[in-house]
C-alpha cells in the first residue's frame, strides 16, 4: 500500500506540473503524507524530473525545511 502511495503522488505531481503554486500545494501534501523513506525517493525521482523544467525548481527547497 505504501508504494501505491508514492506512484499516486508521482502521478498527480506529473498531471499539476503546468501550475508553480499547485504542484508547490499538491508536493506539501505529498511531504506530509508519505512515510520517511517514501519522501527520500521521492526526492530522488524530482531532482531528473525536474531537470528540463527550471520554473519549478524552487519547489525543491519545499524539501529541505
Keep these: 500500500m505504501p508504494r501505491a502511495m508514492l506512484d499516486y503522488t508521482k502521478t498527480i505531481l506529473q498531471k499539476v ?3 508553480v503554486k499547485l504542484f508547490a500545494r499538491e508536493l506539501q501534501k505529498a ?4 512515510l520517511p523513506s517514501e519522501v527520500e525517493e521521492l526526492k530522488i525521482w524530482l531532482q ?6 527550471p520554473e519549478l525548481q524552487s519547489t525543491l527547497l519545499l ?3
Design 31 to 34: 511531504i506530509s503524507r508519505l
Design 48 to 53: 531528473f524530473y525536474l531537470v528540463d523544467k
Design 17 to 19: 506540473s503546468f501550475d
Design 63 to 65: 524539501l529541505k525545511a
